[in-house]
Protein backbone atom coordinates (compact mmCIF):
# COMPACT_ATOMS: atom_id res chain seq x y z
CA UNK A 1 0.00 0.00 0.00
CA UNK A 2 1.82 3.44 -1.35
CA UNK A 3 -0.83 6.58 -0.68
CA UNK A 4 -0.09 9.22 -2.81
CA UNK A 5 1.43 12.24 -1.05
CA UNK A 6 -0.96 14.86 -0.12
CA UNK A 7 -0.18 18.31 -2.01
CA UNK A 8 -1.88 19.96 1.05
CA UNK A 9 0.62 19.67 4.01
CA UNK A 10 -1.28 21.68 7.14
CA UNK A 11 0.89 20.11 9.21
CA UNK A 12 4.35 21.89 7.90
CA UNK A 13 6.37 23.22 10.80
CA UNK A 14 4.71 20.87 13.83
CA UNK A 15 6.23 18.48 15.88
CA UNK A 16 4.24 15.33 16.62
CA UNK A 17 4.93 12.68 18.48
CA UNK A 18 3.08 9.35 17.98
CA UNK A 19 3.60 6.73 20.68
CA UNK A 20 3.02 3.23 19.54
CA UNK A 21 3.99 3.79 16.38
CA UNK A 22 5.09 0.14 15.65
CA UNK A 23 1.94 -1.13 14.12
CA UNK A 24 -1.37 -0.90 13.53
CA UNK A 25 -3.25 2.28 13.90
CA UNK A 26 0.00 3.72 15.43
CA UNK A 27 1.45 3.30 12.40
CA UNK A 28 -0.92 4.57 10.01
CA UNK A 29 -1.28 8.00 12.03
CA UNK A 30 2.51 8.07 12.00
CA UNK A 31 2.67 8.18 8.35
CA UNK A 32 -0.36 10.51 8.23
CA UNK A 33 0.70 13.39 10.26
CA UNK A 34 4.44 12.91 8.14
CA UNK A 35 1.75 13.11 4.93
CA UNK A 36 0.60 16.29 6.41
CA UNK A 37 4.03 17.96 7.00
CA UNK A 38 4.52 17.10 10.71
CA UNK A 39 7.90 15.99 11.63
CA UNK A 40 6.58 13.27 13.75
CA UNK A 41 8.69 10.91 16.42
CA UNK A 42 7.33 7.33 16.38
CA UNK A 43 8.04 5.23 19.74
CA UNK A 44 7.64 1.69 20.76
CA UNK A 45 9.73 -0.93 22.18
CA UNK A 46 10.17 -2.73 18.80
CA UNK A 47 13.05 -1.53 17.00
CA UNK A 48 15.42 -3.10 14.24
CA UNK A 49 17.18 -6.31 16.60
CA UNK A 50 15.24 -5.91 19.22
CA UNK A 51 11.30 -6.83 18.12
CA UNK A 52 7.94 -6.93 19.84
CA UNK A 53 7.96 -8.89 22.98
CA UNK A 54 4.94 -11.15 21.67
CA UNK A 55 6.29 -11.96 18.11
CA UNK A 56 5.19 -9.53 15.47
CA UNK A 57 7.69 -8.53 12.95
CA UNK A 58 7.16 -4.95 12.95
CA UNK A 59 9.54 -1.98 14.34
CA UNK A 60 9.37 1.66 14.83
CA UNK A 61 12.58 1.94 12.00
CA UNK A 62 10.47 0.61 9.53
CA UNK A 63 7.43 3.09 10.40
CA UNK A 64 10.04 5.90 9.99
CA UNK A 65 11.68 4.57 6.60
CA UNK A 66 8.36 3.88 5.06
CA UNK A 67 7.49 7.81 6.17
CA UNK A 68 10.63 8.89 4.94
CA UNK A 69 10.16 7.14 1.36
CA UNK A 70 7.28 9.21 0.77
CA UNK A 71 8.79 12.23 1.49
CA UNK A 72 7.96 13.06 5.38
CA UNK A 73 10.31 13.44 7.86
CA UNK A 74 10.34 10.87 10.52
CA UNK A 75 12.76 10.06 14.26
CA UNK A 76 12.52 6.63 15.35
CA UNK A 77 13.17 6.56 19.21
CA UNK A 78 13.12 3.50 21.13
CA UNK A 79 10.99 3.96 24.68
CA UNK A 80 9.14 1.79 26.71
CA UNK A 81 5.96 3.96 27.69
CA UNK A 82 6.14 2.08 31.10
CA UNK A 83 9.05 3.80 32.55
CA UNK A 84 8.39 7.38 33.44
CA UNK A 85 12.53 7.73 33.06
CA UNK A 86 12.32 6.69 29.68
CA UNK A 87 8.98 9.18 28.32
CA UNK A 88 10.82 12.17 30.49
CA UNK A 89 14.12 11.69 28.72
CA UNK A 90 11.70 11.63 25.19
CA UNK A 91 9.67 14.58 25.89
CA UNK A 92 13.57 16.54 26.97
CA UNK A 93 14.59 15.69 23.74
CA UNK A 94 12.29 16.47 21.53
CA UNK A 95 11.97 19.84 23.01
CA UNK A 96 15.85 20.41 23.38
CA UNK A 97 15.39 19.83 19.12
CA UNK A 98 12.48 21.84 18.24
CA UNK A 99 11.24 23.87 20.99
CA UNK A 100 8.01 22.86 20.47
CA UNK A 101 4.95 20.12 20.51
CA UNK A 102 1.91 19.78 19.04
CA UNK A 103 0.50 16.58 18.57
CA UNK A 104 0.60 13.68 20.53
CA UNK A 105 -1.45 10.85 19.99
CA UNK A 106 -1.05 7.65 22.27
CA UNK A 107 -1.67 4.13 20.66
CA UNK A 108 0.17 1.92 22.98
CA UNK A 109 -0.62 -1.54 23.60
CA UNK A 110 -3.53 -1.52 21.05
CA UNK A 111 -2.95 -4.84 20.03
CA UNK A 112 -1.83 -6.12 23.12
CA UNK A 113 -2.67 -10.26 22.55
CA UNK A 114 -3.23 -9.95 26.50
CA UNK A 115 -6.25 -7.64 26.01
CA UNK A 116 -7.62 -9.50 23.20
CA UNK A 117 -7.79 -13.00 25.08
CA UNK A 118 -11.66 -13.65 25.77
CA UNK A 119 -13.33 -14.32 28.59
CA UNK A 120 -16.23 -13.54 30.98
CA UNK A 121 -15.64 -11.93 34.79
CA UNK A 122 -16.06 -15.56 36.22
CA UNK A 123 -13.57 -16.75 33.79
CA UNK A 124 -10.60 -13.73 34.37
CA UNK A 125 -6.84 -14.99 34.54
CA UNK A 126 -6.04 -12.22 36.80
CA UNK A 127 -2.04 -13.39 36.80
CA UNK A 128 -1.39 -11.31 34.33
CA UNK A 129 -3.63 -8.25 35.23
CA UNK A 130 -0.71 -5.75 36.82
CA UNK A 131 0.66 -6.04 33.08
CA UNK A 132 -1.87 -5.32 31.67
CA UNK A 133 -2.56 -2.16 33.22
CA UNK A 134 0.60 -1.32 33.19
CA UNK A 135 0.82 -1.73 29.69
CA UNK A 136 -2.79 -0.30 28.84
CA UNK A 137 -3.66 2.23 31.23
CA UNK A 138 -0.16 3.32 33.38
CA UNK A 139 1.87 3.94 30.39
CA UNK A 140 -1.10 5.81 28.53
CA UNK A 141 -0.80 8.07 31.60
CA UNK A 142 2.21 8.68 31.83
CA UNK A 143 2.84 9.95 28.49
CA UNK A 144 -0.06 12.43 28.37
CA UNK A 145 1.18 14.09 32.05
CA UNK A 146 4.66 14.50 30.17
CA UNK A 147 2.99 15.62 27.33
CA UNK A 148 1.05 18.37 29.28
CA UNK A 149 3.88 19.66 30.54
CA UNK A 150 5.53 20.02 27.27
CA UNK A 151 2.72 21.98 25.85
CA UNK A 152 1.62 23.98 29.04
CA UNK A 153 4.06 26.61 28.42
CA UNK A 154 2.77 27.44 25.20
CA UNK A 155 -0.81 27.34 26.00
CA UNK A 156 -1.57 25.07 23.11
CA UNK A 157 -1.33 21.46 21.94
CA UNK A 158 -3.25 18.18 21.14
CA UNK A 159 -2.95 15.22 23.29
CA UNK A 160 -5.24 12.25 21.53
CA UNK A 161 -5.56 8.94 23.22
CA UNK A 162 -6.74 6.12 20.57
CA UNK A 163 -8.76 3.38 21.60
CA UNK A 164 -11.58 1.04 20.67
CA UNK A 165 -15.31 1.52 19.41
CA UNK A 166 -17.23 4.75 19.97
CA UNK A 167 -19.06 3.43 22.69
CA UNK A 168 -18.20 3.24 25.92
CA UNK A 169 -18.17 -0.76 26.36
CA UNK A 170 -15.13 -2.18 24.83
CA UNK A 171 -12.38 -5.09 25.51
CA UNK A 172 -12.31 -9.12 25.26
CA UNK A 173 -12.03 -9.65 29.16
CA UNK A 174 -12.24 -7.62 32.52
CA UNK A 175 -8.82 -6.28 32.30
CA UNK A 176 -9.43 -5.05 28.85
CA UNK A 177 -12.74 -3.73 29.71
CA UNK A 178 -11.42 -1.28 32.62
CA UNK A 179 -8.18 -0.22 29.96
CA UNK A 180 -10.37 0.61 27.08
CA UNK A 181 -13.13 2.58 28.89
CA UNK A 182 -10.46 4.33 30.95
CA UNK A 183 -9.02 5.46 27.84
CA UNK A 184 -11.88 6.74 26.38
CA UNK A 185 -13.55 8.52 29.97
CA UNK A 186 -10.24 9.78 30.91
CA UNK A 187 -9.31 12.32 28.15
CA UNK A 188 -13.07 13.99 29.43
CA UNK A 189 -11.42 14.56 32.94
CA UNK A 190 -8.36 15.54 31.66
CA UNK A 191 -10.01 17.80 28.84
CA UNK A 192 -11.38 19.75 32.14
CA UNK A 193 -7.98 19.96 33.49
CA UNK A 194 -6.12 21.36 30.78
CA UNK A 195 -8.91 23.78 29.48
CA UNK A 196 -7.32 26.46 31.16
CA UNK A 197 -3.93 25.90 29.54
CA UNK A 198 -5.05 26.01 26.18
CA UNK A 199 -4.86 22.22 25.29
CA UNK A 200 -7.12 19.83 23.60
CA UNK A 201 -7.52 16.12 24.47
CA UNK A 202 -9.86 13.70 22.91
CA UNK A 203 -10.30 10.25 22.11
CA UNK A 204 -10.80 8.75 18.68
CA UNK A 205 -11.68 5.43 17.42
CA UNK A 206 -11.13 3.24 13.95
CA UNK A 207 -13.60 1.47 12.15
CA UNK A 208 -12.78 -1.93 11.10
CA UNK A 209 -9.73 -1.46 11.22
CA UNK A 210 -7.18 -3.41 8.52
CA UNK A 211 -3.92 -3.80 10.80
CA UNK A 212 -0.79 -5.97 10.37
CA UNK A 213 -2.30 -8.58 12.44
CA UNK A 214 -6.15 -8.55 10.94
CA UNK A 215 -4.78 -9.29 7.71
CA UNK A 216 -2.77 -11.54 9.05
CA UNK A 217 -5.74 -13.08 10.76
CA UNK A 218 -7.84 -13.18 7.50
CA UNK A 219 -4.62 -14.90 5.72
CA UNK A 220 -4.70 -11.68 3.43
CA UNK A 221 -2.54 -8.83 2.22
CA UNK A 222 -3.29 -4.88 1.64
CA UNK A 223 -3.19 -5.82 -1.95
CA UNK A 224 -5.72 -8.63 -1.35
CA UNK A 225 -8.12 -7.46 1.48
CA UNK A 226 -11.01 -7.73 -0.23
CA UNK A 227 -10.48 -11.72 -0.19
CA UNK A 228 -11.65 -11.56 3.32
CA UNK A 229 -14.84 -10.35 2.41
CA UNK A 230 -15.86 -13.68 1.53
CA UNK A 231 -15.11 -14.58 5.31
CA UNK A 232 -16.54 -11.96 6.94
CA UNK A 233 -19.01 -9.61 4.68
CA UNK A 234 -18.42 -6.72 7.38
CA UNK A 235 -14.74 -6.43 6.59
CA UNK A 236 -15.48 -4.95 2.77
CA UNK A 237 -16.42 -1.71 4.75
CA UNK A 238 -13.00 -1.97 6.83
CA UNK A 239 -10.22 1.13 6.76
CA UNK A 240 -6.46 1.16 6.43
CA UNK A 241 -4.47 2.56 9.39
CA UNK A 242 -4.11 5.72 7.44
CA UNK A 243 -7.68 6.40 7.56
CA UNK A 244 -7.73 6.72 11.14
CA UNK A 245 -4.30 8.53 10.83
CA UNK A 246 -5.76 11.61 8.00
CA UNK A 247 -8.61 11.89 11.39
CA UNK A 248 -6.21 13.27 13.70
CA UNK A 249 -4.00 15.27 11.15
CA UNK A 250 -7.30 16.91 9.84
CA UNK A 251 -8.17 17.70 13.66
CA UNK A 252 -4.46 18.62 14.06
CA UNK A 253 -4.86 21.25 11.29
CA UNK A 254 -8.51 22.47 12.26
CA UNK A 255 -8.13 26.03 14.07
CA UNK A 256 -11.26 25.11 15.89
CA UNK A 257 -10.42 21.72 17.44
CA UNK A 258 -10.74 23.28 21.04
CA UNK A 259 -14.09 22.58 20.63
CA UNK A 260 -13.95 18.94 20.33
CA UNK A 261 -12.20 18.67 23.70
CA UNK A 262 -13.26 15.93 25.78
CA UNK A 263 -14.94 14.03 23.04
CA UNK A 264 -14.44 10.33 21.92
CA UNK A 265 -15.03 10.80 18.27
CA UNK A 266 -14.77 8.24 14.98
CA UNK A 267 -12.93 8.07 11.92
CA UNK A 268 -15.97 7.68 9.63
CA UNK A 269 -17.70 10.50 11.72
CA UNK A 270 -14.35 12.68 11.03
CA UNK A 271 -14.05 11.61 7.03
CA UNK A 272 -17.96 12.73 6.07
CA UNK A 273 -16.98 16.13 7.88
CA UNK A 274 -13.69 17.16 7.02
CA UNK A 275 -13.81 14.91 3.53
CA UNK A 276 -10.57 13.01 3.56
CA UNK A 277 -10.69 9.65 2.17
CA UNK A 278 -8.34 6.21 3.00
CA UNK A 279 -5.37 5.96 0.38
CA UNK A 280 -7.68 4.49 -2.40
CA UNK A 281 -9.80 7.15 -2.67
CA UNK A 282 -12.57 4.98 -0.72
CA UNK A 283 -14.12 6.72 2.57
CA UNK A 284 -15.01 3.66 4.55
CA UNK A 285 -18.11 4.18 7.09
CA UNK A 286 -18.39 2.03 9.65
CA UNK A 287 -21.10 4.45 11.53
CA UNK A 288 -23.30 3.89 8.55
CA UNK A 289 -22.96 -0.10 7.90
CA UNK A 290 -25.46 -2.40 8.61
CA UNK A 291 -23.60 -4.92 10.48
CA UNK A 292 -23.53 -8.80 9.54
CA UNK A 293 -24.56 -10.26 12.49
CA UNK A 294 -24.50 -13.79 11.47
CA UNK A 295 -20.63 -14.47 11.53
CA UNK A 296 -20.56 -13.67 15.36
CA UNK A 297 -21.87 -16.18 18.15
CA UNK A 298 -25.28 -15.80 19.02
CA UNK A 299 -24.71 -15.28 22.95
CA UNK A 300 -22.30 -11.98 21.51
CA UNK A 301 -25.32 -10.63 19.96
CA UNK A 302 -27.15 -10.92 23.26
CA UNK A 303 -24.58 -9.69 24.96
CA UNK A 304 -24.13 -6.82 22.89
CA UNK A 305 -28.46 -6.36 22.81
CA UNK A 306 -27.84 -6.26 26.57
CA UNK A 307 -25.16 -3.95 27.19
CA UNK A 308 -26.09 -1.29 24.82
CA UNK A 309 -29.74 -1.17 26.53
CA UNK A 310 -28.03 -1.00 29.97
CA UNK A 311 -25.56 1.60 28.79
CA UNK A 312 -28.49 4.11 27.28
CA UNK A 313 -30.08 3.76 30.76
CA UNK A 314 -26.83 4.34 32.55
CA UNK A 315 -25.94 7.75 30.34
CA UNK A 316 -29.84 8.87 30.19
CA UNK A 317 -29.25 8.99 34.27
CA UNK A 318 -26.01 9.94 34.10
CA UNK A 319 -26.86 13.23 31.85
CA UNK A 320 -29.38 14.15 34.13
CA UNK A 321 -27.73 14.37 37.14
CA UNK A 322 -24.65 15.92 35.52
CA UNK A 323 -27.56 18.76 34.15
CA UNK A 324 -29.07 19.13 37.95
CA UNK A 325 -25.21 19.20 39.80
CA UNK A 326 -24.31 22.44 36.33
CA UNK A 327 -27.38 24.54 37.44
CA UNK A 328 -25.81 24.43 40.93
CA UNK A 329 -22.36 25.96 39.92
CA UNK A 330 -21.91 29.29 39.45
CA UNK A 331 -21.65 30.99 35.82
Not at 12 to 41: D, F, S
Not at 128 to 151: C, E, P, Y
Not at 217 to 227: A, K, L, Y
Amino acid sequence: MTPKRSPQTPLTGRVALVAGATRGAGRGIARALAEAGATVYCTGRSVTGRPSPYGRPETINETATLIKAAGGTAIAVRVDHTSEREVTALFRRILRSHHRLDVVVDSVAGEDPLLKQHGFLWQADLRNADAMFRQGLTSRIITAKHAALAMMPAKRGLIVEVTENDIIGGGANPMAHAVKTAQKVLPLQWATELAAHGITVLAITPGFLRSETTLQHFGVTEDTWREAGKKDPNFLVSESPLFVGRAIAALAADPKVRHRTGLLLSSWELAREYGFTDYDGRRPDWGRHKIDFSVLPPEWIDLFRTGTDLEIEWLTTLAARARKFRAKVPS
